[in-house]
């Protein structure tokens, strides 16, 4: 069983990761939690509890790219599992987390 410490929200954000052993690839994040989020990635293994940046950019949020200091806890052969790294990341999290949470309302309505 996989325990979670806070609810997922099904999102669909598109993303650049800043990997230090490949340079920057693209992904999708396919869930969000206050904690951290899934990415879908291209079919290549990255390391677990290697230090990541990720940088998303979301108009309705900010004007700039948003970036987040994450730590990737788990591969799987669809993507990666992070977990945000800081609480200097606490206030961008969770305005991503309710960003998913109304756009997950919406799609359903």
């Not at 410490?5 to 396919?30: C, E, H, Q, T």
């Not at 309705?60 to 993507?79: C, F, V």
């Amino acid at each position: 069983m996989n325990k979670r410490w806070n609810d997922r929200k099904p999102s669909s954000v598109d993303l650049v990761i800043s990997y230090p052993a490949f340079g920057l690839l693209r992904g999708k994040a396919i869930n969000i939690s206050h904690n951290g989020m899934f990415i879908e990635t291209a079919a290549i293994s990255l390391c677990n509890y290697a230090e990541i940046e990720l940088t998303l950019s979301l108009p309705e949020l900010s004007k700039s790219p948003i970036n987040i200091q994450a730590t990737i806890i788990h591969n799987s052969d669809k993507g990666i599992g992070v977990m945000f790294r800081n609480e200097a990341n606490k206030n961008i999290t969770h305005t991503l987390h309710q960003y998913a949470t109304s756009h997950a309302h919406q799609q359903a309505v």
